[in-house]
C-alpha cells in the first residue's frame, strides 16, 4: 500500500464550479497534512496545511481532514482557469519524513 | 520571488563528470531538504538536513553527496551520475517548530534541471 494516493486524473471541472480533489494515507500516526500546487515546469507552491480533524478555510481553498478515515481533501471554490495545475497531497509521517502523493491533474474548463 | 535560491536552473553534465548543485534560504528555516522529480511523477525524498545536521538519508546512491556548509545553504555534489538520474533536483526548507517538531510546511526553489549525458 502507498503511503499517500492519489487519484490522479484528469479531472476536469466547469469554471466557477467547485474542484473537489481527495488523499488517503496509509500511517495512522501521520499529524500534518498539506496541499501543494504544482504548475507545469514549476516547482510545487504550498497553498494548504492542516493538523485537526476538520474544515480549515483560507478564500476560496478548504481544506479537509478526518484522521478516523485517513482522509484529506480540497475543494476549489468558483474555480478559475488558473487553478488548472496539478495537485499534490503530502504527509509528514511518523518518521518525521514528508511523503508525497503521485498528485491529481485539475482542468478548469473556460 | 521565491526565498529558496537554486543554482543552476539548468545543468548538462556527462557520466564522468563532478558537478554541485547550491540552494540557499533567508527565512531562517533550521530544515533543509533535497527532493528529485521525475516527469509527471511526486517529488521523491533524498535528504534532510536539521540544524545542518544529516537527519534522513532515504537510501540515496553515494553518487550523490549532500552538504549543509551553514544554517542557509544546502549543496548537491554530484559524481559518476546515470543517464537515469536526470530529473528536476527540488530544495526546500521548513521552520523548525518548538521541541525540533517539524512544521511540515515546505517553501521550494526553481529547482536545477538536470541532464545526464
Known amino acids: 500500500q502507498k503511503e499517500v494516493e492519489q487519484n490522479s486524473g484528469p479531472l476536469s471541472v466547469p469554471e466557477g464550479a467547485i474542484a473537489s480533489l481527495n488523499c488517503t494515507y496509509s500511517d495512522r500516526g501521520s499529524q500534518s497534512f498539506f496541499w501543494y500546487r504544482q504548475y507545469s515546469g514549476k516547482s510545487p507552491e504550498l497553498i494548504m496545511s492542516i493538523y485537526s480533524n476538520g474544515d480549515k478555510e483560507d478564500g476560496r481553498f478548504t481544506a479537509q481532514l478526518n484522521k478516523a478515515s485517513q482522509y484529506v481533501s480540497l475543494l476549489i471554490r468558483d474555480s478559475q482557469p488558473s487553478d488548472s495545475a496539478t495537485y499534490l497531497c503530502a504527509v509528514l509521517n511518523r518518521d518525521d519524513k514528508i511523503i508525497f502523493g503521485k498528485g491529481t491533474r485539475l482542468h478548469i474548463l473556460p | 520571488d521565491t526565498e529558496v535560491t537554486q543554482t543552476p536552473k539548468h545543468l548538462v553534465m556527462g557520466m564522468t563528470n563532478k558537478k554541485s548543485l547550491k540552494c540557499e534560504q533567508h527565512?531562517?528555516?533550521?530544515?533543509m531538504y533535497w527532493y528529485k522529480q521525475k516527469a509527471k511523477k511526486p517529488p521523491e525524498l533524498m535528504f534532510v538536513?536539521?540544524?545542518?545536521?544529516?537527519?534522513i538519508n532515504e537510501s540515496v546512491p553515494s553518487r550523490f553527496s549532500p552538504e549543509c556548509p551553514n544554517s542557509s545553504l544546502l549543496n548537491l555534489h554530484l559524481h559518476a551520475l546515470q543517464p537515469e538520474d536526470s530529473a528536476l533536483y527540488l530544495c526546500?526548507?521548513?521552520?523548525?517548530?518548538?521541541?525540533?517538531?517539524?512544521?511540515?510546511?515546505?517553501?521550494f526553489g526553481e529547482g536545477s534541471r538536470l541532464t545526464v549525458l
Open positions: 526546500a526548507s521548513s521552520q523548525e517548530g518548538t521541541s525540533g517538531t517539524n512544521t511540515g510546511e515546505l517553501f
Open positions: 538536513y536539521s540544524y545542518e545536521k544529516l537527519s
Open positions: 527565512m531562517g528555516h533550521r530544515a
